[in-house]
């Protein structure tokens, strides 16, 4: 039995927003309230994606009509699972439960080394 790292990834729609950076506030936010007291050890991030032009880092958020799309990180450790699919299942049924009208992708799976793992 090992522990992992998991991290899925999800588009949250925010709508009446006037920015991009409006959008990623509320979308963490509501994210936040949501995942808050059942899933609270779960981290919740901004996506970033490389620019195509000039490679730096730029979020994954876009504001349309007054309609925000947020790509967003949701990562939790996972522990004693049998491997790193088993994780994915855990982490998916954890956070699904608690985001039950978000679709969820897996992002990454890190296997955690060493003792000291504890949270």
Known sequence: MSDYRV???AG??????ESVQDAIGIA??????RLHPSA?????DVM????PYCGKDINT???IARTGLVG?????KVFKAENPEHAVHIA?????????????????????????VAE
């Open 7 to 9: 991290t899925l990834e």
């Open 12 to 17: 949250w729609t925010v709508k009446d927003v």
């Open 28 to 33: 963490v936010s509501e994210a936040g309230k």
């Open 40 to 44: 609270k050890f779960v981290d919740v």
């Open 48 to 51: 970033n994606m490389p620019c």
């Open 61 to 63: 958020a876009l504001v």
């Open 72 to 76: 967003l990180l949701l990562s939790m």
């Open 92 to 116: 998916k049924s954890v956070i699904g439960r608690a985001l039950r009208d978000v679709s969820l992708s897996t992002y990454s799976v890190e296997l955690i080394e060493g003792d000291d």
